[in-house]
């Protein structure tokens, strides 16, 4: 059964290898090339028409990854693998249509904010009703309506508030990645380092499943998770992928993942944190989309309510840019960061099975 994540994770590297190049030539002989605020660090200028839109590559390269190891191992695709993936690829959808009309209708915002909201939500909502259906022969569905942080604890949701609950993980993390890409590789070197996280997650919680209680040492420390090995699947297919995608979109970028790929990543992290039963541990292994998250919400209260800015510009990336910092010297250091927050993370998960064994 392990096949299956060894082979997604070479699948989708190869796909994204061999496949962004193919992109980038499509994109750019289409003229669809990045915007750039003319606000932003002067580094950024040069910048100015690289493809965008780059997301479509590992999206591409995920879904294929997925379905192939399941037709190479002989295994069936699982609900919770589906709407995983059906979360990436409507959120891909938005953000695409959010590129598109940036780009090919030259208009400078986008989808306009009600229409990309509206989209999003449609899309979270689908997911997050669909997620407490299917039930196993345990009675387990894909999500829970319970907390959680490495697994459930007892603060149950109830549906209405779980469907809230869920949507407000999957805009945050969205908006968090989405943030995040703003320097060449930046969104996504730390998304590898997440999803690599959530490979051994899902493996570690097959091998612990309570589905296999009676031959477990400790059946109190295990996992009540549906699909455990599936979501690991999927996230070894999204580090292949986005690893692959990382050495075309690395300093200097030929191609850039846009509002597809960073709302796509936000989504699918976010779905991989509910369906694992990790909601809470999330914000600490995507630490980095927090910190820069929270660094736009402090810069936009601050001059709300003082007239100041803390930084010299938000998000917190450029900021270390107009201090000095060279762009490749911030994204190493900020990939740091987010290595120590998985470091933390997985110490954290860990340290909960071996409290309850």
């Known amino acids: 059964m392990m096949k299956q994540i060894l082979f997604s994770g070479v699948i989708g590297l190869f796909l994204t290898l061999m496949g962004t190049p193919l992109l980038i030539k499509l994109l750019a002989r289409k003229g669809y090339g990045q915007y750039i605020r003319d606000d932003g660090p002067r580094e950024h200028a040069s910048k100015r028409g690289t493809p965008t839109m780059g997301g479509i590559a590992f999206i591409f390269a995920t879904v294929a990854a997925y379905f192939l190891s399941k037709v190479i191992t002989g295994y069936t695709p699982t609900y919770s693998g589906l709407l995983v993936l059906g979360l990436m690829v409507g959120m891909g959808l938005v953000g695409f249509l959010d590129d598109y009309i940036k780009i090919v209708k030259r208009r400078s915002l ?53 469907v809230i609950w869920a949507l407000f993980m999957i805009l945050a993390m969205s908006n968090g990645v989405n943030l995040t890409d703003g320097l060449d590789g930046l969104a996504t070197g730390a998304s590898v380092l997440v999803f690599g996280a959530y490979t051994f997650i899902g493996v570690w919680q097959f091998q612990e499943s309570c589905a296999n209680a009676t031959t477990l040492t400790n059946p109190n420390a295990c996992y009540e998770v549906r699909d455990p090995l599936d979501l690991a699947v999927i996230a070894s297919a999204l580090m292949g992928a986005c690893l692959g995608f990382l050495w075309w979109n690395t300093s200097p970028a030929k191609i850039f993942m846009g509002d597809t790929g960073s709302l796509a990543l936000g989504g699918v992290l976010t779905g991989l944190a509910i369906l694992s039963r990790t909601e809470l541990l999330v914000a600490i292994m995507g ?19 003082t007239g100041k800015r803390v930084f010299r510009m938000a998000p917190l990336q450029h900021h270390f840019e107009l201090k000095g910092w060279s762009e490749v010297l911030v994204v190493v250091r900020f990939w740091i960061i987010q290595g120590i927050c998985v470091i933390v993370g997985l110490g954290l998960f860990y340290a909960g099975w071996a409290a309850e064994k």
Request: without cysteine.
């Open 287 to 305: 630490g980095l989309f927090v910190l820069i998250t929270m660094s736009v919400v402090i810069q936009v209260g601050s001059f709300k309510l």
């Open 110 to 162: 986008g989808l306009r904010a009600k229409a990309k909201m509206a989209g999003q939500l449609i899309v979270g909502i689908s997911f997050a009703v669909l997620a407490l259906q299917f039930q196993d022969a345990r009675g387990n569905t894909p999500a829970s309506t319970k907390l959680s942080f490495i697994t459930d604890f007892g603060w149950k949701l109830g549906p209405i508030l779980f």
